[in-house]
């Protein structure tokens, strides 16, 4: 397996430089594990976490999801009374989870499907909490979970790291703007990239001072299992659009030149 050491990584990436096949789908084949941090939960941002994965599959990767979620004051009162909590934050998450409206989010779930029914993708979801250990309500807190990073690592122990912004609007997160820092074990930014392993590994855990993290409900996981394909995905769906596309321009010059 090729180590990640012998890519050129730039040090940022923004639309222009086409992230999907110049950071992701590169560093994904070189890769084993992969640590994510996606922003809120919802089937938008999952599609978003999802970018290059399949090809993280194909080397029999691991990957850690962390997610956010926002309670409402009705939510947070309900658990208070005794309500399961679990429950309640699944109820909150299924809302946020509609079917796909476009075959684009429907492969990118699948990917995800696949590896969840693998026992490859664990997901966790983060909730800020109070002094008595209760999560909060969006309107009671000011910090949410809503950070963009991830950490890759190869068969070797070298490790990628990134932080930025995504957009996972769900009208418009195939067209998103990105951009993002990239840092690197092996160069002089390693301790950067040794603090956002730091902190993924202490929330994970529950070991972040006023923070939940709880792993994803029974039916929310349930509700992504019915996007399992019946084969493993091989490819990224943006890299088969992408195909088709040249395909069909190719077929359309060809018909051309025969006419003339």
Not at 15 to 36: E, G, Q
Request: hydrophobic residues 40%; proline residues 5%; contains cysteine.
């Amino acid at each position: 397996m090729i180590s990640l050491q012998r890519y050129l990584f730039k040090i940022f990436y923004s639309p222009a430089d086409d992230p999907l096949h110049n950071f992701y789908i590169p560093a994904l084949k070189a890769s084993v594990c992969y640590d994510r941090s996606a922003g809120f939960f919802s089937s938008t941002a999952l599609a978003v976490a999802a970018e290059g994965v399949a090809h993280l599959i194909q080397n029999g990767g691991k990957m850690r999801l962390l997610v956010g979620a926002e309670l409402s004051e009705d939510d947070v009162a309900a658990i208070r009374s005794g309500y399961d909590q679990r429950e309640k934050i699944c109820e909150n998450l299924l809302q946020r989870f509609p079917d796909p409206q476009n075959d684009l989010l429907k492969k990118r779930l699948e990917v995800m499907a696949w590896m969840v029914a693998e026992g490859r993708l664990e997901i966790r979801v983060v909730l800020p909490k109070d002094a008595q250990g209760f999560p909060l309500s969006a309107s009671q807190c000011h910090d949410y979970y809503h950070p963009k990073s991830g950490v890759l690592t190869d068969a070797e122990g070298n490790q990628v790291g990134f932080t930025g912004s995504v957009n996972e609007s769900a009208t418009a997160w195939l067209n998103n703007y990105e951009s993002f820092m990239v840092i690197f074990s092996w160069d002089n930014t390693k301790a950067y990239l040794a603090q956002i392993v730091s902190n993924f590994e202490r929330l994970w855990a529950g070991k972040e001072p006023d923070w939940i993290a709880l792993e994803i409900p029974e039916a929310v996981k349930q509700k992504l299992l019915k996007y399992r394909p019946s084969n493993a995905p091989i490819t990224d769906p943006l890299e088969d659009l992408q195909i088709e596309a040249k395909e069909s321009t190719s077929g359309y010059e060809t018909s051309t030149l025969g006419h003339k």
